[in-house]
Nanobody, 123 residues
Framework: VQLQASGGGLVQAGGSLRLSCAAS????????MGWFRQAPGKEREFVAG????????FYADSVKGRFTISRDNAKNTVYLQMNSLKPEDTAVYYC?????????????????WGQGTLVTVSS
């Protein structure tokens, strides 16, 4: 599967953005999906994950209550709605796919990655 992330940009603190990750290829609905982010000089970190059916979601403590992950299997797309953005949310955001295995917070355990989209939050 190929992943294409989009929707990043520059936003003021307190603002919102919605990221999208469009998947091409077959069997998207069999993939558990995750969003990760990587700030300059830092390791890539887990942000949110969603099960293949959309029935289960998981969030990093740092974004819980502010970010919402969702998916539309008919459109082969997963979303990350980001509200109440903070300067510390500034990073390149990546979507990732993991087939037929549970959501994990470890980047190395994902099978496919999108190219990343930059989110910059100004104070």
């Amino acid at each position: 599967v190929q992943l294409q992330a989009s929707g990043g940009g520059l936003v003021q603190a307190g603002g919102s953005l919605r990221l999208s990750c469009a998947a091409s290829g077959r069997a998207f609905s069999t993939y558990n999906m995750g969003w990760f982010r990587q700030a300059p000089g830092k390791e890539r970190e887990f942000v949110a994950g969603i099960s293949w059916s959309g029935g289960s979601t998981f969030y990093a403590d740092s974004v819980k209550g502010r970010f919402t992950i969702s998916r539309d299997n008919a459109k082969n797309t997963v979303y990350l709605q980001m509200n109440s953005l903070k300067p510390e949310d500034t990073a390149v955001y990546y979507c990732a796919a993991r087939r037929l295995r549970p959501i994990t917070t470890y980047p190395s355990e994902y099978d496919y990655w999108g190219q990343g989209t930059l989110v910059t939050v100004s104070s």
